[in-house]
């Protein structure tokens, strides 16, 4: 689980340095293996700038630090973190990010949307100009999720919402993650 | 380093009246405390120690009329930051600090190193930051330089509190013309902390090691604390050396080790203080001066950014993110080894002393040899003069402003696109409300609400301050300042604690000025007696003036409350149709210095009206009380815009209405500022027990409905508006203004 939260500040792009941190080599190793990698927000963009995701994420459109619950769809729930959600159902995440905005080639974007790849898109509004309003998506072997929004902000409902809560729960489901007894 | 001049040449050429050193100072510490003229160095020294800024000279007197001691408080003024006890062994920490000149001549790093140094605050006391809030007052959004400001300045706090991970929960924004040439930023910082950990800045025990932790120091901010202690006017418009740079990603790294050594180490530590104005001598000199010792610094160890740095910028210097701890002798190494993990810098740059001398070294000669008194204790308190304002004599005598209302309905539209009233989501999303997940009520409600993992408790936390009223009636303006601050608290379902505050004003050598802030402090006081919410720390920002001009008095008032029941919060908007709706407290003509009157006259005049201060609190308490037994549905206090402004912002991003019977109100009394009144609302079940418990003071006016409009028969007039349009216009003012796209 790689969370949210200005790894080094963000200083020089956002991920950048985090990437040569001495973790990341086991991370890779993991993600190489098929265990479930999961990064959001600062861990999405450390995820895309390690290699381990295709694309990048530019400076949100409006050049702005963005801080609000937005829409969402879940495009693909036959992922391991997806599968306690329906497929084109709606949700509503908190956003927290100033570096946001999914880009890639269009070879690249052709190949996710091919391989079902996108599993989260902005589904009312794109907050940051994201292409193809992509908010979440896994790798090729769907092991490795990175995404802008925050699913671990909503899982409580005295802060406003639970619908994150089903992404780890899916990961238990899925055997893929152990409670403590 | 040779210094600068020799004390002669100071004597003679006095440059220390560039550094708001006064001459009658300078003789009285020539003559009268050490008996022989001061070098170079000292004389720096003094002006920074005795500038307004760290010495409150000016403001002393005023200060000393606050309340700052009740049952729970377990730290008030003197300190990094005041505590509370909050039950269970846990304590609440937080203060304000005003950083308004450094803002408003380079309003991003101003900004920026206004939330790090009042988050130091917080973390020097032991406590971790949970929370910020901010109360910035703008020029009008028409000038494109005060766009620019504005854009910056949220900017800043946005870019620093959202790297260091500290939700921003709550805050004011307001826009007047005179803030124009000189703005108004401050920053609050809330922390919690167990009561066991609680630091004091002193140092103490000969031979113990006065350590530096954090940044190296430049240049940066050299004689910060007297720019702040000087008028603005366009020749020092390019004062751009005064202002600090802030690097978020250090002072992350700082708190951390500082906690780490404070809550797992206490033994090795005996005292620890923020570098802030005036950086090392502030911090230094007033650590020695707590703990009654004597210290020596060599200058030559402190870690340096730049080459050929003399002893007066090393010591004036306002580098951010640094810290003056006070060691155990034998325990550097293990201090050292905490700071290496977080690859921080940890050196030890002097020891405490026998007797009461403040000795500093630099390339190997004594540069600075004085009593720690003289810094800090000795300071020549200033008498000031006071006279009441012949524009406030004036107005009395003038019969009272009256609206004249024909068109409710256009009138409440126009109110809601005042940029004082109007959404500001799109400022407000700019920070990160919900980091660390504790965050129940976020920006935009009446207080911000943070809940206390492992407990049922929660924190309500709020910033007031409105500069119109102060500046027609000073004490009644700070009584309201104080009441609106108590209202967002209770409307929230907490109980008031206590408060921090920022006094900003002009400048304090006008007798005129001088009255306004005894006055406003005397106001405040009385209302922090009556609601028993002692001020525990706070700063003072005098010469907020441009070319000659001063911002209206604006005192900030930062006040916490204690949430019994974190299940139990009051939202601030309709939750059920059908639930009953009451008015609680008195509405009257109060149409001075409202926004009504700035929107129809363009200006504000007249009389604002006392009120009855200790009934106020004797109803909220009861309002308080039946919030805790029954359970009311909403609530939301009645501020900027009456009435007619807060039914609509309690319907905004419902799909709910209001039909509401008002008989006893007017159209101009539909937006009336009268203080200490709530609209509530309360299902039909809790009507007998709410009714009971308020009788007198609340009235029922009518309920919720399913139609999302808002409807009330006035006394002489009727309001049908469809919520969205108004929410709409609301919503649009400011981006319109700012031409933001979000």
């Given amino acids: 689980m790689l969370p949210g939260g200005f790894s080094y500040g963000d200083y020089l792009r956002a991920g950048a340095i985090a990437r040569f941190t001495n973790i990341m080599p086991a991370i890779i190793k993991m993600a190489n293996a098929g265990k479930p990698v999961f990064g959001t927000c600062n861990g999405f963009q450390i995820l895309t700038e390690a290699g381990l995701l295709p694309g990048a994420l530019k400076r949100n459109d409006n050049q702005r630090f963005i801080c609000r619950t937005i829409p969402l769809e879940v495009v693909n729930n036959q992922t391991i973190f997806t599968t306690q959600y329906c497929s084109r159902e709606r949700i509503a995440l908190p956003i927290a990010h100033a570096d946001g905005s999914y880009y890639a080639d269009e070879e690249t974007l052709d190949r996710l949307e091919a391989n079902n790849q996108v599993v989260f898109r902005y589904a009312a509004e794109n907050p940051n100009g994201s292409l193809q309003n992509i908010a979440g998506i896994t790798n090729e072997r769907g092991n490795v999720l990175g995404m802008m929004p925050h699913p671990e902000r909503a899982v409580e409902a005295i802060l406003g919402s639970v619908d994150g809560l089903r992404l780890f729960k899916s990961l238990l489901e899925n055997g893929k993650v152990r409670t403590e007894a | 380093m040779k210094q600068a001049m020799t004390p002669e040449e100071i004597k003679e050429q006095k440059p220390y009246l560039d550094w708001s050193l006064s001459e009658a100072e300078y003789d009285y510490i020539r003559t009268q405390l050490l008996g022989r003229l001061p070098n170079y160095t000292e004389t720096g020294l003094f002006a920074a120690m005795w500038s307004e800024h760290c010495s409150y000279k000016k403001s002393k007197s005023v200060l000393r009329l606050f309340p700052n001691k009740n049952e729970r408080v377990l730290q008030g003024p003197g300190e990094g930051a005041g505590v509370v006890d909050i039950d269970d062994g846990q304590a609440v920490v937080f203060k304000a600090e005003s950083h308004n000149h450094p803002t408003t001549v380079e309003p991003y790093q101003g900004a920026a190193t206004g939330i790090g140094g009042i988050l130091r605050d917080i973390f020097s006391m032991g406590a971790r930051p949970i929370a910020s809030l901010d109360s910035l007052h703008f020029g009008e959004l028409t000038d494109p330089l005060m766009r620019m400001k504005v854009e910056a300045t949220v900017r800043g ?273 700019q920070y990160d409300s919900q980091v660390r997940t504790n965050t129940v009520v976020g920006p935009g409600s009446d207080a911000g609400v943070i809940r206390i993992r492992g407990t049922k408790k929660g924190l309500a936390m709020t910033t007031d301050g409105n500069g119109r009223f102060v500046y027609l009636n000073p004490e009644v303006g700070g009584q309201m300042a104080l009441v609106e601050a108590a209202a967002n608290i209770i409307a929230s379902g907490a109980q008031p604690l206590a408060i921090t505050d920022c006094l900003n004003y002009g400048d304090p050598n006008d007798p005129e000025i001088f009255w306004e802030l005894h006055q406003s402090v005397q106001g405040m006081a009385d209302a ?56 609680v407290g008195k509405t009257r003509d109060d149409f001075a210095g409202s926004e009504l009157q700035k929107m129809m006259i363009g200006g504000i005049s007249g009389v604002v009206k006392p009120f009855d201060l200790s009934h106020t609190h004797d109803y909220m308490k009861r309002l308080l009380a039946v919030m805790e037994t029954v359970h009311v549905a909403s609530a939301h206090d009645l501020s900027e815009g009456g009435l007619g402004v807060a039914l609509a912002e309690m319907l905004f991003h419902t799909d709910l209405g209001l039909d509401l019977t008002l008989p006893m109100i007017n159209a101009d009394q539909f937006f009336s500022e009268s203080p200490g009144r709530f609209v509530v609302t309360v299902p039909e079940r809790a009507m007998a027990e709410f009714e009971a418990t308020l009788a007198g003071d609340a009235v029922l006016i009518g309920e919720v409905t399913n139609s999302h409009w808002l409807e009330a028969k006035l006394a002489n007039g009727e309001v049908n508006a469809n919520v969205c349009e108004l929410q709409k216009k609301w919503e649009e003012a400011i981006p319109c203004q700012l031409k933001l796209k979000d």
Wanted: glycine share 8%; aromatic share 6%; proline share 4%.
């Fill in chain 2, 157 to 429: 706090i946005g870019d620093y509190g959202n790297c260091m991970g500290i939700p921003t929960v709550a805050g004011e924004i307001t826009f007047d013309s005179c803030y124009q040439g000189n703005l108004l930023c401050n920053a609050m910082s809330v922390g919690l902390m167990d009561q066991k950990d609680i630091q004091q800045g002193r140092a103490a025990g000969i031979g113990n090691a006065v350590m530096y932790v954090g940044a190296k120091t430049g240049r940066d901010g050299i004689h910060g604390a007297t720019f702040a202690s000087t008028d603005f006017s366009d020749e020092n418009e390019t004062q751009r050396s005064a202002v600090q740079v802030g690097d978020p990603f250090m002072e992350k790294l700082l708190l951390e080790a500082c906690l780490d050594l404070i809550t797992k180490h206490p033994a090795w530590l005996v005292g620890i203080q923020d570098m802030g104005a005036a950086g090392i001598v502030s911090s230094s000199a007033e650590m020695a001066s707590e703990g009654k010792s004597g210290m020596e610094l060599n200058l030559d160890l402190v870690p340096q950014r730049e080459p050929h740095m003399s002893a007066y910028e090393i010591m004036l210097s306002e580098s951010q993110e640094r810290m003056l701890l006070c060691v155990k002798k034998g325990n550097e190494e293990d201090v050292k080894k905490i700071f290496d993990l977080y690859g921080l810098e940890a050196v030890t740059i002097g020891r405490i002393t026998a007797g009461h001398d403040y000795v500093l070294f630099h390339d190997g000669e004594e540069v600075c040899h004085l009593p720690v008194a003289s810094l800090t204790d000795d300071v020549l308190e200033e008498e000031s003069m006071e006279r009441k304002p012949a524009r406030i004599e004036e107005a009395e005598k003038q019969s009272a402003w009256e609206p004249h209302i024909t068109n409710i309905e256009s009138t409440l539209a126009d109110l809601l696109q005042q940029p004082t009233i109007a959404d500001k989501a799109s400022l407000y999303r």
């Fill in chain 2, 528 to 583: 922090c007696r009556e609601f028993n919410t002692p001020v525990i720390s706070g700063n003072v920002s005098l010469y907020n003036e441009n070319n000659g001009r001063a911002i209206h008095p604006t005192p900030m008032v930062g006040m916490v409350g204690l949430i019994k029941n974190i299940d139990r919060v009051i939202p601030s908007f309709v939750q059920h149709p059908s639930d009953k709706v009451y008015l």
